[in-house]
């Protein structure tokens, strides 16, 4: 799955920001900026968008032009999303990526939109490169549906949150407003043991 726009900035921005070592590459105290406080980063909100479609383009982390996100319904709100997978990769490959994308799908949603309910399914997509192609694999597939009390109690079961914005951790030290996974969700979120603990939460078939 490529990167989202956003998280492509922050690399060339860290880039541009690491110089080449040169000391007249560093800036003087004087002209270095004032660091952010702890206190002005704790005042940062997820962001917030009109709907799945504006929240998806911005992101970048899926696209309708590619066939990685697809709005089947919006009321009631249903999305789908391709995990990319390529030839031989391993079933437990195959199933953490696709597991990542439905809990992606239910959070980034819930979170960052106003939808009181969102049901997603994720389906596996298969690409080869040069020359490109793409086409989706009949199984595995995750299908949840869920309410936004629902994904907030699940969370509760397994971490310590009161609210689902407290699943990111919002920041914009590099100009840009980047909201990563908290480091508590990370575990549920890259891990196939986490995932399969929150979709079990989340009653997601698969």
Same mark, same amino acid.
């Given at each position: 799955m490529r990167k989202g726009l956003k998280s492509s900035l922050l690399v060339a921005a860290m880039i541009g +920001? @690491?110089?080449c070592g040169d000391e007249a590459s560093t800036p003087s105290s004087a002209q270095?900026?004032?660091p952010k406080s702890v206190a002005a980063d704790a005042q940062l909100k997820p962001q917030h968008f009109a709907n799945v479609q504006a929240m998806v383009e911005d992101f970048a982390d899926f696209a309708e032009e590619n066939g990685t996100f697809k709005l089947i319904s919006s009321d009631p709100l249903h999305i789908q999303l391709a995990a990319q997978v390529v030839a031989n990769d391993l079933e437990e490959t195959i199933q953490t990526e696709l597991q990542r994308v439905?809990? !992606?799908g239910? !959070? =980034?949603t819930l979170i960052?939109? $106003?939808a009181p309910a969102v049901h997603v399914t994720a389906v596996p997509m298969e690409i080869t490169v040069n020359p490109y192609s793409a =086409?989706? +694999?009949d199984a595995p597939k995750v299908d949840v549906v869920v309410t936004r009390d629902e994904a907030l109690q699940a969370a509760k079961n397994l971490i310590?949150?009161?609210s689902l914005a407290d699943l990111v951790t919002p $920041?914009? @030290?590099m100009g840009i407003q980047i909201d990563s996974w908290s480091s508590a969700f990370q575990p549920y979120y890259y891990k196939l043991e986490g995932q399969q603990a929150v979709l079990a939460e989340l009653g997601g078939k698969r």
């Open positions: +920001l @690491s110089g270095a900026p004032m439905a809990i !992606y239910v !959070y =980034r960052h939109t $106003d =086409r989706f +694999l310590e949150v009161e $920041d914009n @030290s």
